[in-house]
């Protein structure tokens, strides 16, 4: 059974700067495409940001527009962990922050958290 467990979420201010850790168990951790999705006060979850490993190097790491060039997504191998960086932090970013994980040939994400807090204040 795979696990995952995120956490790094809090009350910020415009402008800051947090980083969120997804820590994963049961699975072969370096085997998966990995992402971050996140879901805003009465609106549907979005995709963030993904990143996938193969051949022990970085295959491939993409955003969605609103984010790129603030925010960055890492891992950790040998800690089976995924992260997020966030910087320049809007209030729009608010929101549950969920780490998901699936295997590299399938479109559709098997493994999900419980979601991580996000709050930037004005």
């Known amino acids: 059974q795979v696990q995952l467990v995120e956490s790094g979420g809090r009350l910020v201010q415009t402008g800051g700067s947090l980083r969120l850790s997804c820590v994963t168990s049961?699975?072969?951790?370096?085997?998966?495409?990995m992402a971050w999705f996140r879901q805003a006060p009465g609106k549907e979850r979005e995709f963030v940001a993904s990143?996938?490993?193969?051949?022990?190097?970085?295959?491939?790491?993409n955003y969605a527009e609103s984010v790129k060039g603030r925010f960055n997504i890492y891992r950790e191998n040998f800690k089976n962990t995924l992260y997020l960086e966030m910087n320049s932090l809007k209030p729009e970013d608010t929101g549950v922050y969920y780490c998901?994980?699936?295997?590299?040939?399938?479109?559709?994400?098997?493994?999900w958290g419980q979601g991580t807090q996000v709050a930037v204040s004005t």
């Open positions: 998901a994980a699936k295997s590299p040939d399938t479109s559709t994400y098997e493994h």
């Open positions: 049961g699975g072969t951790f370096s085997q998966y495409t």
């Open positions: 990143h996938d490993w193969r051949r022990g190097r970085v295959y491939s790491a």
